[in-house]
């Protein structure tokens, strides 16, 4: 009797124990949905996030835009990369002192690639240069609705030519002023 | 003694490494004598030459038999006639008519058409295959002065002009059933995705939010588009609603997402991401999640197209310095080249899951993935890029 008792109170136990562990299990399982939002692959959250874009409206236009003015401070990029060399950053705080000069103005940067990746990449890589610009721009005070963005890919290279040296004149964001 | 051995390890040495040397093989290899043998007839009827030549590209092109000069010499035969709009077509084996059928090209763009269905249907019964003869291609091409949508048959006939923006067009793709292209334009003079109606030659933009708007795929089922947008301040993969909005965010990275593409049975979507370095191939469900890596064959690749068994991803692969197709078998993880010849990139998959259409330097090339070889499309036109094909 004691023997089955025992055998009783161990299953009772073990099962609520295996019940018990189960639960966790399932619990650990689900995932919660990730449909436009949550932690992504990296586990980064929104530490980074310099905003949405502002939304366009008929002036925001990149054809119409003057180039001209800030063209001393077109930024460059080494291949295949949307990272902002030390050695550009002047050129951004320039821009930025624009800017600070110009508070009711609004820029657009557009960016563009060299000829060397593939077209569907390359439009990608100058819109994130042209962002890459725009967030160091609002880590410098810049008014975020003010900055809008635009690329061009490899579809608008500034030298024609297909050599290192029109390559790196390729890399680019310009400012362009909106009117 | 010791130089004996010395002389051995040498030997063996040299063996390894020339075994470990691969260079690019054929995903499978095809005994060139073992492929069945077929004679086509001259087709009888009106314009006979040129839908004789039509029906004997299709048969050569797909990559499935020895086209023979003499009738005696062939396995199969193949006879028809084209008279008022009506092909009349039989495949025989010896004396055996395997099968025979009309086909009314009045209901067809064209008398080749006919042709094209009927080299399919040899092609199926014979190699138990789909055919892809009645292919069509939609590219880009800017041989009017300014990159617009184009659409041809797979052979490279009947090229026509679908859109006159006059600014820069990209990336089109057909919907599953064939009858829309959605691709992406700067007409707005921002990237916009725009969808194409072929029945009413309408057309519908679908996606003008703030920033870049591009590289659309509609979903298998027709219901959604997935996309590149970079409205919330990054770019990232999106679906929407395939007649605008409800935009979901599928990614959430700081690197560069672009090229989304669907899996057949749209459960999950390939795309190019950077957030590692260089850009590289991802999968992620359809409804968003973990990102996989797929290994491809290059640190470098972009342009992902899913085969329609579901079973590879092709994608462009820079590779010293140029792009060449590469091949992943999703299973097994091995990945392959395709091409040697660069810079050959955007690959699409055809229905047979074995030949792709891709491009190479402003022309279009039809790729059988398992000999390896390219055939030029004819298209007669200039600086031809990013193919896609119907049906899929």
New interface residues.
């Given amino acids: 009797m004691k023997k089955q008792q025992t055998l009783l109170w161990m299953l009772k136990k073990s099962s609520a124990f295996i019940c018990l562990a189960l639960i966790l299990l399932i619990a650990g399982c689900t995932?919660t949905?990730?449909?436009?939002?949550?932690?992504?692959?990296?586990g980064?959250e929104d530490l980074?996030?310099?905003?949405?874009?502002?939304?366009?409206d008929e002036r925001v236009?990149?054809?119409g835009a003057d180039y001209r003015t800030l063209a001393a401070h077109t930024i460059y990029f080494g291949t295949?990369s949307?990272t902002i060399d030390s050695s550009e950053r002047s050129k951004v705080e320039k821009i930025a002192d624009w800017m600070r000069s110009n508070p009711e103005d609004r820029i657009i940067i557009a960016g563009h690639c060299d000829s060397?990746?593939?077209?569907?990449?390359n439009?990608?890589?100058g819109?994130?240069r042209a962002?890459a610009i725009?967030?160091y721009l609002i880590g410098l005070g810049a008014r975020k609705k003010n900055i809008?963005?635009?690329?061009?890919g490899e579809?608008r290279p500034a030298v024609l030519s297909e050599n290192e040296s029109a390559w790196t004149k390729n890399r680019r964001a310009q400012a362009g002023i909106l009117k | 003694m010791n130089r004996f051995f010395i002389f051995i390890g040498l030997f063996v040495c040299f063996f390894v490494s020339i075994s470990l040397h691969a260079a690019p093989k054929p995903v499978i290899v095809i005994e060139e004598n073992r492929l069945p043998s077929i004679y086509v007839e001259n087709i009888s009827g009106s314009d006979r030459a040129r839908l004789t030549d039509v029906l004997k590209r299709d048969l050569s092109a797909s990559g499935s038999f020895r086209m023979m000069d003499a009738a005696k010499d062939a396995e199969y035969r193949v006879e028809a006639s084209f008279q008022k709009n009506r092909l009349d077509g039989s495949l025989l084996k010896g004396s055996e008519a395997i099968f025979s059928e009309v086909i009314d090209s009045n209901d067809m763009s064209s008398s080749q058409a006919a042709v094209h269905q009927f080299a399919d249907h040899i092609i199926e019964k014979i190699t138990g295959r789909p055919g892809i003869s009645s292919s069509e291609i939609t590219f880009i091409s800017s041989g009017s002065g300014s990159?617009e949508v184009y659409i041809a048959d797979i052979d490279g006939a009947n090229a026509r002009q679908l859109s006159s923006d006059k600014v820069?067009s990209?990336?089109p793709k057909f919907s599953s059933d064939g009858k829309k292209i959605a691709y992406?334009s700067y007409k707005s003079?921002?990237?916009d995705v725009w969808v194409m109606d072929l029945t009413n030659k309408k057309r519908k933009r679908v996606a003008?939010?703030?920033?870049?708007n591009?590289?659309p795929a509609f979903s298998p089922d027709g219901e959604k588009i997935a996309l590149?947008l970079?409205?919330?301040?990054?770019?990232e993969l999106y679906t929407i609603d395939a007649n605008g909005g409800n935009p979901?965010?599928?990614?959430?990275?700081?690197?560069?997402?672009?090229?989304p593409c669907w899996s057949p049975d749209g459960t999950e979507i390939a795309y190019?991401s950077?957030?590692r370095g260089?850009?590289q191939i991802y999968t992620i469900s359809s409804?968003?999640?973990?990102?996989t890596r797929i290994k491809t064959a290059s640190p470098?690749a972009?342009?992902p197209s899913w085969s329609p068994d579901g079973k590879r991803v092709a994608y462009?692969a820079?590779v010293a310095?140029r792009?060449q197709i590469g091949v992943t078998d999703l299973a097994t993880g091995e990945a392959t080249l395709l091409t040697n010849q660069g810079d050959s990139?955007?690959p699409s998959w055809t229905r047979n899951s074995r030949h792709l259409v891709y491009a190479r330097n402003g022309d279009l090339y039809l790729l059988d993935s398992f000999t390896q070889k390219s055939l030029k499309i004819p298209l007669n036109l200039t600086s031809c890029?990013?193919p896609h094909i119907h049906p899929y």
């Fill in positions: 995932t949905e990730k449909v436009g939002g949550g932690k992504g692959a990296n980064y980074y996030d310099s905003g949405a874009l502002p939304e366009r236009n990149p054809e295949d949307f060397r990746g593939t077209t569907q990449y439009l990608a890589l819109e994130r962002l725009r967030e809008f963005t635009v690329s061009y579809e | 990159k820069i990209l990336g992406t003079n921002f990237p003008f939010y703030p920033g870049i591009c590289q590149t970079s409205k919330d301040g990054n770019t979901q965010r599928l990614t959430r990275t700081r690197g560069t997402e672009a090229s190019v950077d957030e260089s850009p409804k968003g999640g973990e990102p470098y972009t342009d462009s820079r310095g792009f990139e955007t890029s990013e």
